[in-house]
Nanobody, 116 residues
């Protein structure tokens, strides 16, 4: 069992920045990959970024160079730094963790709203 706790979401003005955090607990030694996905109303959930236990990163095409995923000093914690935010990125952002068995755990999601 893996539990994911997200924080850092909220309302931000266009052009501002936001930093999301996700902390995993439980069977953390069985996690290979952690990452962030987002889902806007009426749209499919899409990849934002992932990071492996070895530090390799993958970014979604829509992210460009404004988002950065990173690991904390505790390897079971990941961050998503979001800069120069635009209203188009408004969505629920979900943290995920992938077990060595390929089972995917999801957090409850945190709302990110960018106002213009």
């Amino acid at each position: 069992q893996v539990q994911l706790v997200e924080s850092g979401g909220g309302l931000v003005q266009a052009g501002g920045s936001l930093r999301l955090s996700c902390a995993a607990s439980g069977s953390i030694y069985s996690i290979n990959v952690m990452g962030w996905y987002r889902q806007a109303p009426g749209k499919q959930r899409e990849l934002v970024a992932t990071i492996t236990s070895g530090g390799s990163t993958v970014y979604g095409d829509s992210v460009k160079d404004r988002f950065t995923i990173s690991r904390g000093h505790v390897k079971s914690t990941v961050y998503l730094q979001m800069n120069t935010l635009e209203p188009e990125v408004t969505a629920v952002y979900y943290c995920d963790a992938r077990h060595i068995s390929q089972y995917v755990y999801w957090g409850q999601g945190t709302q990110v709203t960018v106002s213009s």
